[in-house]
């Protein structure tokens, strides 16, 4: 009889065990597919410790993770398009100025949305993050590119790379491909 009772509490600090460790495997492995590029920045800005950067990620799922996208106003979506195309057409004279405007439109293209106000970057972005890890990296670019940091093709990538981010908030819906006007213009930061 005692011996059943050691193997049964043997097989269940067993099962427990792997249980334990399945599911802070999973947890990561959550993360790291809800997160994609941005687990992988989170983890080098920890340098390398995956814990410390699977918890920040679990507390922005658990801050922002309930935001529901707010729809835009009529005729806002056009608005949008139109200064975008501005943007672009003002980055052949002016990449600087035109990554500047660019910024600023995205902060407020997310704060109308329903994210945190733009006035905190870090808290817009982790916002973002949660909801749309895989575009806010550009975001991110543009943010770096207004503060004076690279040149003018590195300008030009963060404005086409941060369109993406633009064109998941235009949408209606997040799985809805936003319907924008993409011409090109010669020599302009189209996306």
Do not use: C
């Amino acid at each position: 009889m005692t011996t059943v009772v050691i193997i049964v509490a043997v097989v269940l600090v067993a099962a427990l065990a792997f249980f334990l460790v399945r599911g802070r495997q999973t947890g990561g492995r959550g993360l790291q597919r809800r997160f994609g590029p941005e687990y992988e920045r989170t983890v080098a800005r920890h340098e390398g410790d995956t814990k410390a950067a699977e918890h920040e990620l679990a507390e922005r799922v658990k801050l922002h993770g309930s935001l529901s996208e707010q729809p835009l106003a009529p005729g806002a979506r056009e608005t949008y398009v139109r200064r975008w195309a501005e943007v672009q057409e003002k980055f052949i004279d002016s990449p600087r100025d035109a990554v500047v405007e660019a910024d600023a439109l995205l902060a407020q293209l997310a704060r109308d949305r329903g994210f945190p106000d733009g006035g905190s970057f870090e808290e817009q972005t982790a916002a973002l993050s949660v909801h749309h890890a895989e575009q806010v990296d550009g975001y991110r670019k543009v943010h770096t590119a207004v503060r004076g940091q690279g040149g003018t093709e590195e300008m030009r990538q963060a404005l086409i790379e941060s369109r993406a981010l633009f064109d998941v908030l235009l949408a209606d819906a997040p799985d809805e491909p936003a319907r924008t006007d993409r011409h090109e213009t010669k020599g302009s930061a189209t996306a």
